[in-house]
């Protein structure tokens, strides 16, 4: 059972920035698929980016330029670094995964996801 575990997140003005973490366990496959998505309280839970085991990255146009996803595959960790922060980034953040590759659709299907983290609050203030 794939077990996920975020952190990283708080409380940044506008302009700021923050570097979330998730680290993951419980899987032996080669191949996966890994993302970041967001919920803002009243709103759809929304994908911001998603990398595969060969390093394929897809971001949420809401993001691009701003935010980079990477990951340590020796320590199964997943990494958002998050730059010029806006008030609308304000969201509980979750780490996600599926095993097999990316397909460039996957940042904005949730459902493709079959294991979710318990998920990190990140608030953004004017």
């Known amino acids: 059972q794939v077990q996920l575990v975020e952190s990283g997140g708080g409380s940044v003005q506008a302009g700021g920035s923050l570097r979330l973490s998730c680290a993951a366990s419980?899987?032996?496959?080669?191949?996966?698929?890994m993302g970041w998505f967001r919920q803002a309280p009243g709103k759809e839970r929304e994908g911001v980016a998603t990398i595969d085991s060969y390093a394929h990255i897809e971001y949420a146009d809401s993001v691009k330029g701003r935010f980079t996803i990477s990951q340590d595959n020796k320590k199964n960790i997943l990494y958002l670094q998050m730059n010029s922060l806006k008030p609308e980034d304000t969201a509980m953040y979750y780490c996600?995964?599926?095993?097999?590759?990316?397909?460039?659709?996957?940042?904005?299907?949730?459902?493709?996801?079959?294991?979710w983290g318990q998920g990190t609050q990140v608030t953004v203030s004017s």
């Open positions: 419980g899987y032996e496959h080669d191949y996966f698929c």
């Open positions: 996600a995964h599926v095993r097999g590759l990316c397909y460039s659709w996957y940042v904005e299907k949730v459902d493709e996801f079959d294991s």
